[in-house]
């Protein structure tokens, strides 16, 4: 396997996976903010032009970070960062999902809108008029996930699992470019320290 990665949230998200995993994988390093993962060589292996993605034998490329941890999580299942048993793989995937939607998605846009439209301007299509709703969308998704995670622990209770990665790097990612979350949201902030002390060291993230 090959997996080609780069900076920002959803590498992190699949280095930070693997790193949890132990998993031993070769990397190419494909530089974005150079714009390398627009042009070839790298469109040839995702045409897309999406990062990352994961290169398997017999020239199968995987991207989309839930279907590469999907796929690394039944090759490699111990330990278990999705779900031993039917009931919890489907809770974590309930919780990636609401995570993305809720969070990820609008916050992800409302950034390349704003905060970083003359980086995205030429690679993707940008909106300026929607960044002040994306951003309140995304606080309507935090506050949600305030109420809804439990009290202590993890996203899905005492299971450390791939939805504690995936928040936690979205979360990061989007304090890094000016947009933190609420402070006044005390158990996304008592999740997010708890949650720090469990990850594993991530040099790619």
Partial sequence: MLLYTGIGPNPAVVT???AAKGIDISTVQVDSMAGENR???YLSVNPLG?????????????????????YLEESYPLP??????????????MWVRRI?????????YGLRSGFGYDF?????????????AMRLFAADGLRELERDIPRSGCVCGGRFSLADIFLYEFLAAAAAYGQPSDESLPNLAR???????RLPSNQEA
């Fill in 120 to 132: 995205f301007k030429d690679r993707v299509r940008c909106r300026p008029e929607i960044v002040e």
């Fill in 50 to 70: 999406t990062i990352p993605a994961l290169a398997l034998g017999g020239g199968k490329i995987i991207t989309e970070i839930t279907a590469i941890c999907e």
């Fill in 191 to 197: 999740w997010r320290n708890e949650i720090a002390l």
């Fill in 16 to 18: 930070r996976f693997i």
């Fill in 100 to 108: 993305d939607l809720n969070y990820a998605v609008p916050m992800s």
């Fill in 39 to 41: 042009k070839q060589p």
């Fill in 80 to 93: 278990t960062l999705i779900g031993r048993t039917a009931e919890e793989r489907a809770e974590t995937r």
